[in-house]
């Protein structure tokens, strides 16, 4: 099957960058949607953004304006740069791959927010 692996978690402080890549065993314009989840503990997984085949992208309302996705066709990632990070942005962050009805999920890399 598709296989995912994340990369680029790490602690980071307030106010902070870091960007998260995605790389895919299988070409990325294979999936019908790409994105990323987050879970933080304690909390549900929840949807971070996404990008389609076609280019579509979607965010959640608490990254809007912060946080980036994006594709590196030479590198067949999808990546997601976060900016302006925060405390409660501390989370496991996991790609996903959706086709033909099949999720596909890496491990998740830890992003860890605190001075």
């Known amino acids: 099957q598709v296989q995912l692996a994340e990369s680029g978690g790490g602690l980071v402080q307030p106010g902070g960058s870091l960007r998260l890549s995605c790389a895919a065993s299988?070409?990325?314009?294979?999936?019908?949607?790409m994105g990323w989840h987050r879970q933080a503990p304690g909390q549900q997984r929840k949807l971070v953004a996404t990008?389609?085949?076609?280019?579509?992208?979607n965010y959640a309302d608490s990254v809007k304006g912060r946080f980036t996705i994006s594709r590196d066709n030479a590198k067949n990632t999808v990546d997601l740069q976060m900016n302006s990070l925060q405390p409660e942005d501390t989370a496991v962050y996991s790609c996903?791959?959706?086709?033909?009805?099949?999720?596909?999920w890496g491990k998740g890399t830890l992003v860890t927010v605190s001075s």
């Open positions: 996903r791959g959706w086709r033909w009805g099949t999720n596909y």
């Open positions: 299988e070409s990325i314009f294979s999936m019908d949607v």
């Open positions: 990008i389609t085949r076609g280019g579509n992208i």
